[in-house]
């Protein structure tokens, strides 16, 4: 039997606080007034209620104690901004192309998807001309000796899908994924979808949030299944060198764990290889013996996910002179993304820190005491019409506890925010700057 006592308003969130009979204490976390998880004051284990106000029948634990998309909570805020012409909204929370795709691209998919040859479904796996053309790609990039065919390669709708048709080949309920935090929102939510626990594997700023291998070993238990990593990093823009990366193949491979690397941002890396997982040498060492074999239960996976990733990109990209053509346009994006990082590096007013940047994202703290970044964006984007990331939006709520508790502190640790640098053109990263400076009359 139990009984409320609240809601109490505690910033942004709202804590609802219920006794049982024998007195012991819960609570419960909600964003924006939505209860997501019971937790125990006394042992910190999660419980989620089954009912829902106004539903006939119970829901998942597992969706009731993932927090809700961080995206649409930060838009909400933008929202409240009033526009003018000299001043619009300008929104760096997303990590999206600031331009659209180039015209050959654009005509191909025009052709392609106006073919009735793409209105069936495909091959699960992918298109196999696609997989076979992919594969070259795939050396152009990671050199002409790279051990990659087309039997190892898989298409997916995005990364998100990729990484959760993985994990669930990987690993069951009560089983655990390493990941270095700051870590991206939708990794530890798929996580939490799926009933796996995420282990925190805490990054520092002074090493320029770059993950430790050897902190990442002391993590490993019994129920560790896969280790995953971002590079370039999203939130924080951190590039790891081939180096680190093989570093951490090698602890995997010493565990008997996977490896996961998302490289959604790979093209925008200063050195190639991005890493040399896949040459000879390595691949014989450190990769599974049968990537196919892997792919046989990915298929089991996507087959209930997507059944196939959409047909006409596929066919778009399955011309080889339009991936050619496109490499030359990735390079010119790559080139006049890196400038626009420099712009915004050089702008920034005075008292603001860049602790990383890379690929599409600055990870920048704000220079305001006792103000949190989660207080700080909502502020800057009701305010100032400038929308961001805060850091607690890629760690647990609680994140400076357990911090504190494993002897891993940092003073400022909750004042991070995530800058999306590829969203803008340099003209709006100027103005963004600008707008910045406005804060220490906002904030003191």
């Known amino acids: ?19 049982t009979v024998n007195c012991e204490n819960w609570a419960v976390w909600s964003i924006d007034g939505i209860p997501r998880a019971w937790e125990s004051s006394q042992d910190n ?39 003018s ?33 793409s209105s069936g479904y495909g091959h ?21 000796d790279a051990d990659v065919n087309a039997e190892d390669i898989a298409f997916t709708s995005g990364c998100n899908m990729a990484f959760i048709a993985t994990v669930m080949c990987l690993a069951d309920v009560g089983d655990e994924v390493i990941l270095p ?27 320029g949030f770059l993950p430790s291998p050897a902190e990442c070993k002391k993590l490993i238990t019994s129920k560790t299944k896969a280790i995953a990593l971002v590079t370039p990093n999203n939130p924080t823009g951190a590039i790891y060198s081939p180096a680190l990366i093989a570093e951490f193949a090698e602890l995997a491979h010493q565990n008997n764990i996977a ?8 093209d925008f890396v200063e050195h190639y290889p991005p890493h040399r997982l896949f040459s000879p040498i390595q691949s014989d060492t450190l990769q599974p013996p049968a990537v196919p074999e892997l792919l046989h239960h990915v298929t089991t996976t996507l087959d209930c996910l997507q059944i196939c990733a959409p047909r006409p990109p596929q066919l778009a990209l399955a011309d080889s002179t339009i991936l050619t ?81 494993l002897g891993l502190s940092e003073d400022g640790w909750d004042r991070w925010i995530r800058f999306s640098v590829a969203n803008v053109d340099d003209e709006k990263i100027l103005e963004v700057c600008e707008r910045l400076k406005e804060c220490k009359a906002h904030f003191g």
């Open 1 to 19: 039997m139990y009984h409320w006592k609240g809601p109490s308003a505690i910033g942004d969130f709202t804590k609802y606080v219920l006794y």
């Open 45 to 83: 284990d999660f419980h989620t209620p089954r009912s829902w106000p106004g539903l006939a029948f119970r829901l998942s634990r597992s969706v009731l104690s993932t927090i809700p998309p961080p995206i649409p909570r930060a838009k909400a805020w933008g929202s409240a901004y009033t526009p």
């Open 85 to 117: 012409p000299g001043r619009p909204l300008l929104d760096m929370s997303q990590g999206v192309p600031g331009s659209p795709p180039p015209d050959i691209l654009l005509d191909a998919l025009a052709k392609t998807s106006s073919s009735p040859l």
């Open 124 to 144: 699960v796996l992918g298109e196999p001309k696609l997989r076979s053309t992919f594969a070259q790609e795939m050396k152009t990039v990671y050199g002409p």
């Open 181 to 207: 935090v700051p870590w991206y929102f939708n990794h530890h939510m798929s996580l939490s979808l799926l009933a796996i626990k995420s282990v925190p594997l805490y990054t520092r700023s002074d090493d």
């Open 259 to 266: 490896l996961i690397v998302d490289e959604t941002y790979r």
């Open 325 to 405: 053509e496109l490499r030359s346009s990735i390079l010119e994006n790559a080139k006049a993304l890196k400038a626009r990082h420099e712009i915004f590096r050089k702008s920034l007013p005075s008292g603001w820190t860049i602790g990383s940047q890379g690929g599409y994202f600055a990870f920048v703290k704000h220079p305001f005491q006792n103000v949190t970044s989660l207080e700080f964006c909502q502020r800057l984007a009701q305010e100032l019409g400038v929308l961001a990331l805060p850091a607690q939006f890629f760690s647990y709520e609680r994140d400076d506890l357990s911090r504190q508790a």
